[in-house]
T-cell receptor, first 116, second 115 residues
Framework: NAGVTQTPKFQVLKTGQSMTLQCAQD?????MYWYRQDPGMGLRLIYY???????DKGEVPNGYNVSRLNKREFSLRLESAAPSQTSVYFC???????????????FGSGTRLTVV | AQSVTQPDIHITVSEGASLELRCNYS??????LFWYVQSPGQGLQLLLK??????LVQGIKGFEAEFKRSQSSFNLRKPSVHWSDAAEYFC?????????????FGPGTSLSVIP
């Protein structure tokens, strides 16, 4: 089925460990996003990539890095995990830069990360 | 700064009852407006959207929403709730004037449905 695929679905890390969350979309979308979801705070944008080859910081980028590997893939890396990064992470994608405003996002099913 | 508020953190309704979820936004101009639904353990799914024209918009699963410019509101409604509607609902806005499509989400309203 077409959509956004995130791996892994669950992960437990020890403080200081690193990991990369993977995201891939097969809808030929130009823009991709990483959000984190915390109780009572809705979704907060970590990083986004408006198009292949570009990335920009969102609302809460500290402690994260991203790579837009190609048009399909957008990964999120935690270099030294901290308990404050315990959250559910969602990847999303959208179509044309401007037109996507009207169509909203397509979301992956999320990665539940716990840092102990 | 732009913001989205959903005044109700949690709502409980009986199956078959009507539903209204509130959403207010703070923007300099008319934004694009969205409602998303998130079932437990799932990602967000788009329910409906508004960007111009008729202020009453229809979405999937029998939902509708009404844009009221004077109240800066975009409330979600359903005439008869089904048990499967139990989920988290997010209102979102998108700035029409910036050069990138950054979406701002509200904090969400959790809906419980009593059989």
């Amino acid at each position: 089925n077409a959509g956004v695929t995130q791996t892994p679905k669950f992960q437990v890390l020890k403080t200081g460990q690193s990991m990369t969350l993977q995201c891939a979309q097969d809808m030929n979308h130009n823009s991709m996003y990483w959000y984190r979801q915390d109780p009572g705070m809705g979704l907060r944008l970590i990083y986004y990539s408006a198009s292949e080859g570009t990335t920009d910081k969102g609302e809460v980028p500290n402690g994260y890095n991203v790579s837009r590997l190609n048009k399909r893939e957008f990964s999120l890396r935690l270099e030294s995990a901290a308990p404050s990064q315990t959250s559910v992470y969602f990847c999303a994608s959208s179509d044309l830069w401007g037109a996507s405003k009207r169509n909203g996002y397509t979301f992956g099913s999320g990665t539940r990360l716990t840092v102990v | 700064a732009q913001s989205v508020t959903q005044p109700d953190i949690h709502i409980t309704v009986s199956e078959g009852a009507s539903l209204e979820l509130r959403c207010n936004y703070s923007y300099g101009a008319t934004p694009y407006l969205f409602w998303y639904v998130q079932s437990p353990g799932q990602g967000l799914q788009l329910l409906l959207k508004y960007f111009s024209g008729d202020t009453l918009v229809q979405g999937i699963k029998g939902f509708e929403a009404e844009f009221k410019r004077s109240q800066s509101s975009f409330n979600l409604r359903k005439p008869s709730v089904h048990w499967s509607d139990a989920a988290e609902y997010f209102c979102a806005v998108n700035n029409m004037k910036t050069s990138y499509d950054k979406v701002i989400f509200g904090p969400g309203t959790s809906l419980s449905v009593i059989p």
